[in-house]
C-alpha cells in the first residue's frame, strides 16, 4: 500500500506541471492566429502607404509588392491640390459628425418609447426596422432622389446627413432597444417616485447609464458615414459638397492608369478612420466592456 502511494504521488504532482503547459501552448498558438491577422488587415493599409512614396518608374521596375526605392511625395500632392482634399475631408467630418449625433439622438428616442414606454405595436416597429435594414440601398435611391428634388434638398449635404441618419437609426433602435427592456424598473419607478419627468428620467437616469453604449453606437455611425458612396455620389453632384469617398472613387475611375495615384488617395482616405479609431479605441473598449458587465 505505502508502495502504492508513493507511485502515485509523482503522477499528481505532474499533472499541474502537463496543465500549465499545455495552457501555455494553446495561448502561443492563439497568440499566433492574432498576430497572422492583424498583419492581414494591415497589410493593404501598408501596401497603399509603400506604392504612395513610389515613382511611376519604380511602381512598374519593381511592382506593387515590393518596398519602395524611392521617396517621393508628388502622388500624395497631386490628389491633393486636384480633388481639392481639404474641401472634401471638411465635408466628410461635417456629414460624418453630424449624421452621427443625428442617428444616436432618434435611436435613444425611438428605443425609450419602445423599451421604456413600452408603447402598442413595438415589436412590430422593430420587425419593421429589421427590414428596413436588410433593404439593399440601390432599392430606396431612386424614391430618395424624387423626394430630395421635390423638397429642394438635392445637391446638399443636408439631404445626406438626413437620409443617412434616418437609415443608420434603425440598427441604432433595434439594439438599444434590446437594452432598455431589460433596464431595472426600480430606477424608474423611484424616479417617478421623486416626481421626475419623462425627459428627466431619459437625460438624468438612462442617459448615464447608457453614456459608453451610445458612445461605440456613434463611433461606429461616424466610420459607417464616413465610407459610406453610393449615396453621397447620387446627391452631391457639385465638387464642392463631395465627400472623401466620392472624391476617391471617382478618381481611382480617372486615372486609372496611374497606380501610384490611386494609392495616394487610398491612403488619404483611410488615413482619418485609422486616426479617429486610434482615438476613440479606449471608449470602444469601455462600451464594449459596459455592455458586457450589464
Not at 431589460?182 to 437625460?203: G, K, M, V
Request: aromatic content about 12%; glycine content about 6%.
Amino acid at each position: 500500500m505505502a508502495a502504492t502511494a508513493s507511485l502515485s504521488t509523482p503522477i499528481a504532482s505532474d499533472a499541474p506541471a502537463d496543465h500549465r503547459r499545455n495552457k501555455g501552448f494553446t495561448r502561443w498558438i492563439v497568440l499566433a492566429i492574432l498576430f497572422v491577422s492583424l498583419g492581414g488587415t494591415l497589410f493593404p493599409f501598408f501596401l497603399a502607404a509603400f506604392n504612395a512614396i513610389k515613382t511611376p518608374a519604380d511602381y512598374a521596375a519593381n511592382g506593387p509588392l515590393a518596398f519602395p526605392h524611392s521617396f517621393d511625395l508628388t502622388a500624395l500632392k497631386n490628389f491633393w491640390a486636384n480633388v481639392d482634399f481639404t474641401r472634401k475631408l471638411f465635408n466628410s467630418i461635417l456629414i460624418s459628425g453630424c449624421t452621427a449625433i443625428l442617428a444616436v439622438v432618434l435611436s435613444l428616442l425611438n428605443a425609450y418609447a419602445i423599451g421604456i414606454g413600452r408603447v402598442r405595436g413595438g415589436r412590430v416597429l422593430l420587425v419593421i426596422l429589421l427590414i428596413s435594414i436588410m433593404a439593399p440601398q440601390e432599392a430606396l435611391i431612386y424614391p430618395l432622389y424624387y423626394m430630395a428634388k421635390q423638397v429642394g434638398l438635392f445637391d446638399s449635404m443636408l439631404s445626406v446627413i438626413l437620409i443617412i441618419g434616418v437609415l443608420h437609426t434603425a440598427f441604432g433602435t433595434y439594439l438599444l432597444s434590446s437594452v432598455l427592456t431589460t433596464f431595472p424598473r426600480e430606477i424608474i419607478e423611484a424616479a417617478q417616485i421623486d416626481n421626475a419627468s419623462r425627459w428627466q428620467i431619459l437625460w438624468l437616469v438612462i442617459v448615464p447609464v447608457l453614456r459608453p453604449t451610445l458612445a461605440v453606437l456613434a463611433t461606429f455611425f461616424f466610420i459607417w458615414t464616413w465610407n459610406e458612396f453610393l449615396i453621397p455620389l447620387v446627391f452631391l453632384v457639385s465638387n464642392n459638397n463631395q465627400t472623401v469617398s466620392v472624391a476617391m472613387g471617382v478618381l481611382s475611375g480617372a486615372n486609372t492608369q496611374d497606380p501610384t495615384a490611386v494609392a495616394a488617395a487610398s491612403l488619404l482616405g483611410v488615413t482619418p478612420t485609422v486616426i479617429f479609431f486610434l482615438i476613440f479605441q479606449r471608449t470602444l473598449t469601455r462600451g464594449v466592456a459596459a455592455g458586457a458587465v450589464k
